[in-house]
């Protein structure tokens, strides 16, 4: 039963990650990199948020986080963006993509866990 | 969208299963299934570039299944848990040897199609 709540959350979350990818065309691939930095910090958020909040359940808690987020943002396309900007000469622009892509991820992970562990205690 | 929401749904499935799989089976702090998701998925979605199939296809195993199998977030998550238990140092190599790592494998998957396709 979790499996097909995540099998769920998963085909919404890959869904609107293929629909956002229409709003822009250009070189940088920042379609990719908002949604990967937005769900690190939701997925950081509600990982330490969730589990104290009675009224969500276990499946339910999975299903957003591993589920939803874990379709949402992806980590294959982050590689062959790299690989593509690379391989065209855009070595610089690759090189900030994965620079904003790692640090930011981390910032926006770390933020999130810290504010949810920090709803926790009021 | 339908094709991309199916390939979501098994994706998603996938990681699902390895991920409790490895919990289940390999004692260890290091994110290991993660790890090894994304950089199986960074191959495979190089091969699917290199192949270039039918937009349908695309969009159902790469855009769709492989999107949704890897991912950024637990990612960048499991990074954090690092920095927590092992310090800056474990942080900062499972980033950046994912990165380097993926890549190489996103180029050598595309590499490998485009020479037997």
């Not at chain 1, 949402?72 to 904003?100: C, E, K, P």
């Not at chain 1, 892509?101 to 933020?111: D, M, W």
């Not at chain 2, 299934?33 to 270039?52: K, P, Q, R």
């Not at chain 2, 790592?101 to 180029?107: N, Q, S």
Request: with cysteine; charged share 5%; proline share 2%.
């Amino acid at each position: 039963m979790q499996y097909l709540f995540v099998g769920l959350a998963g085909a919404l979350g890959a869904s609107l990650r293929y629909a956002l990818g229409f709003l822009y065309i250009g070189m940088f691939p920042m379609i990719t990199l908002l949604i990967n930095l937005i769900g690190s910090l939701l997925f950081g958020w509600l990982t330490s948020f969730l589990p104290r909040v009675p009224k969500v359940s276990a499946n339910l808690a999975t299903a957003m986080t591993t589920g939803f987020l874990g379709a949402f943002t992806t980590f294959s396309t982050f590689s062959v963006d790299n690989v593509t900007l690379w391989r065209d000469g855009h070595m610089l622009v690759a090189a900030s993509y994965i620079m904003v892509s790692l640090v930011g991820g981390f910032i926006c992970a770390l933020v999130g866990l810290r504010l949810g562990a920090k709803g926790a205690s009021v | 969208m339908i094709f991309v929401a199916i390939g979501g749904f098994f994706g998603a499935i996938c990681r699902f299963a390895i991920s409790n799989w490895v919990k289940a089976h390999v004692n260890t702090v290091l994110p290991l299934a993660t790890f090894g998701i994304n950089l199986l998925g960074s191959f495979l979605l190089g091969i699917c570039v290199g192949v270039g199939p039918s937009s349908s296809i695309q969009l159902l195993a790469g855009t769709g299944f492989l999107g949704a199998f890897t991912t950024f977030s637990t990612f960048s998550v499991e990074s954090v848990r690092l920095y927590d238990s092992r310090g800056l140092l474990a942080a900062a190599s499972y980033l950046c040897i994912s990165c380097l790592c993926g890549g190489i494998l996103a180029f050598t998957g595309w590499w490998l199609a485009e020479l037997l396709f």
